[in-house]
């Protein structure tokens, strides 16, 4: 079972660990995927469980949430873990710590996310000397706020207060109960925000711009030391993902059981959206989204300008098994 990792245990503590003790990773037929929050394509990691793709590919699969991602690259570093699935600045976060890791597919290439307020918020002129909630501070959720906010015109911190609230129900309920004006909302939770009263005050998915979610990543030495579990997983994910676009039936349960969603209203409309706009058949990295994240971080972080886009991702994996027809 995962640590639960108290506040403030730094990841710089725990690569002192990683070196008194040997790198292990688990077996080909025992691994465990790590994620944070609900939605955006997490569904369709328990799709490949819950159909056996993971046993057909020869891989027994423990998949545990985890309620953070920079938890996740804790628990990697820690080799209590296998994959993380998350965010890219949990990515960047680990490089700035001396821990590699790598980013090896990208099920989603755009802003997944509506940023809501409640009714009598109309524009975002309304937030200044409000609170919006992220899930906690450095997380994907924390880097669009800002990101977001500073295209409105107001400063993060300084015209707008930023809470660490949770991951986005407790952002919902956050915003229901009057304790904060404002929060990024994963799609499967805009139609219930709509009938909640709620104002949709930005889709982020109209930006035109790349950015990775759904991400999914690796430590460099199980890149190094085991390509073949990494390929096997791969494959298991892709047959998912076309499993998830072409049964519409089995996709709705799945949704319901991972989401929550239990209106089949929503149900339709989340799957028809994500399907339709947002997941890709071949969940390549792409320079040009993690360029997005690297430039946007840099103003927080200086460093940052030391790591480049091709740092943070491995797409050999996938490319390999585009060229052998392993994607259809």
């Known amino acids: 079972m995962i640590r639960v990792f108290v506040q403030g245990f730094v990841i710089l503590s725990l690569l002192v660990s990683v070196s008194v003790y040997p790198f292990r990773v688990f077996a080909a037929d025992k691994i465990r995927l790590g994620y944070s929050g609900v939605g955006s ?10 159909t056996g793709l993971f046993k057909k590919h020869g891989l027994d699969v423990e998949i545990i949430r985890i309620p953070g991602g920079t938890i996740i690259v804790q628990a990697l570093i820690a080799n209590e873990l296998t994959f993380g699935r998350g965010q890219a600045t949990e990515v960047i976060n680990a490089h700035l710590a001396g821990y590699p890791l790598k980013i090896i597919a990208v099920l989603l290439n755009k802003f997944m996310y509506q940023f809501v307020t409640p009714a009598s918020i109309s524009k975002p002129q309304q937030l200044k000397g409000k609170a919006v909630a992220v899930s906690r501070f450095g997380s994907g959720s924390d880097f669009v706020t800002r990101m977001v906010l500073k295209s409105w015109g107001l400063e993060p911190g ?28 994963d799609l499967a939770l805009a139609p219930r925000a709509r009938k909640m009263g709620l104002r949709i005050l930005g889709d982020l998915s109209q930006l035109d711009v790349e950015y990775p979610q759904g991400v999914l ?14 390929v096997s997983f791969l494959k298991a994910f892709l047959e998912g993902i076309r499993y998830f676009k072409t049964n519409r039936q089995a996709a709705f349960k799945i949704i319901s059981k991972s989401v929550g969603l239990n209106d089949q209203e929503e149900i339709q409309e989340y799957y028809e959206v994500l399907t339709k706009k947002f997941v890709r058949d071949i969940p390549m990295p792409t320079v040009a989204s993690m360029r997005t994240v690297l430039d946007e971080s840099t103003e927080k972080n200086p460093r940052i300008r030391e790591i480049k886009a091709d740092d943070l991702m491995e ?12 994607i259809r």
């Open 217 to 230: 990543y690796v430590p460099r030495q199980t890149i190094e030391k085991r390509p073949d579990l990494i």
């Open 158 to 185: 300084k015209d707008v207060t930023i809470l660490q609230v949770g991951n986005s129900p407790a952002r919902f309920s956050a915003m229901l109960t009057g304790k904060v004006y404002g929060s990024i909302l």
């Open 41 to 50: 394509g997490n569904e369709i990691y328990d799709l490949v469980q819950e």
């Open 315 to 326: 797409t050999r994996f996938l490319t390999e098994l585009q060229a052998t027809g392993s």
